[in-house]
């Protein structure tokens, strides 16, 4: 479950790819390199402040839209079934118990078990369930994966992460063109204006950098998706929460025979190297481990 963190991560990349590219094609950078040194500096840290967060907070506002559309949630405004009508009374009686507003809550049709939960504000926020997570689970089991969504959006992990992004995306864009500027200063004597060392440069630059800071978001999402385990144990009970981690466990061990299936939001412990790094989620035998160490 939890694709969350992908598609912010996914939809963060494309707008600041759009942004980055926007300001080569209408000459932001070229301007920028004609201004003295004190200048372009101030304005390559104007630039990466208003485009990293920009896209972040852009990729984060849509991100409900986005997760509906790719997803083809269906919201349920009036349940047509006792399964919707369980699904809008279990949520919010956990929202209550977290102290946030009622999410809104949705079912989209998938055969593999998900669950994500998004919104760019604790109050204002969506959960939604797979048909095969209703499906492959019991009802405690689909508490406990309701409950770990409402804990995501009870800690604010959406508006956090975003909040990193944005800093990361600074960074990212910054550094990247201080290395083109360098590199056309030192390598091409270039002293105004952009050379090839700047264009060429810059790109393979944000390349680089935008794979490390790719990296240390992952690696938050892991440390929050513990915390979202913990949340969820205390509102649906740790041996619930366990017992869900298991089921998916047990899925994916099935799934993974034939080797159709790379990894899909909750897989864990079975990537190496860079991809490892990259995972926005712990393997799942690290997290039921840490919550048996939690007290009954």
């Known amino acids: 479950m939890f694709s969350r963190i992908a598609l912010f ?37 104007l630039m990466a402040l208003l485009f990293g967060f920009g896209g972040s907070f852009i990729s984060l506002a849509l991100s409900k839209w986005m997760a509906c559309r790719s997803m083809g949630v269906q919201i349920i405004e009036q349940p047509s079934n006792s399964n919707e ?3 809008l009374e279990t949520v919010a009686t956990q929202a209550k118990a977290a102290n946030i507003g009622m999410p809104e809550v949705g079912v989209f049709q998938s055969p593999q078990p998900n669950a994500f939960a998004t919104g760019m504000h604790k109050n204002n926020a969506l959960v939604a369930v797979s048909t095969g997570l209703l499906q492959a689970m019991t009802e405690k089991e689909v508490e406990a994966v309701l409950a770990h969504e409402v804990s995501h959006v009870a800690n604010g992990d959406m508006i956090t992460m975003g909040l990193l992004q944005g800093v990361l995306n600074t960074f990212v864009i910054l550094f990247s063109r201080i290395i083109g500027m360098l590199i056309d200063r030192v390598v091409f004597k270039i002293q105004r204006g952009i050379g090839p060392g700047y264009l060429i440069g810059s790109i393979v630059a944000e390349i680089v950098l935008g794979i490390v800071a790719a990296m240390i978001a992952s690696w938050f999402s892991r440390r929050r998706e513990f915390r979202a385990d913990a949340g969820g144990a205390e509102l649906a009970g740790r041996d619930n929460m366990i017992a869900a981690l298991q089921r998916l466990q047990g899925d994916q061990a099935a799934e993974e025979l034939p080797g159709q299936l790379a990894a899909f939001g909750i897989r864990g412990g079975i990537s190496s190297g860079l991809k490892k790094l990259l995972m926005s989620h712990p393997p799942l035998d690290q997290r039921i481990a840490a919550l048996r160490q939690m007290s009954p």
Do not use: P
Request: hydrophobic share 60%.
């Open 85 to 87: 009508q369980w699904l």
């Open 9 to 45: 991560l996914a939809a963060n990349f494309g707008v600041l790819a759009v942004l980055s590219v926007s300001s080569r094609v209408f000459g932001l950078e070229h301007w920028l390199a004609q201004q003295g040194m004190a200048g372009q500096l101030n304005g390559l840290v």
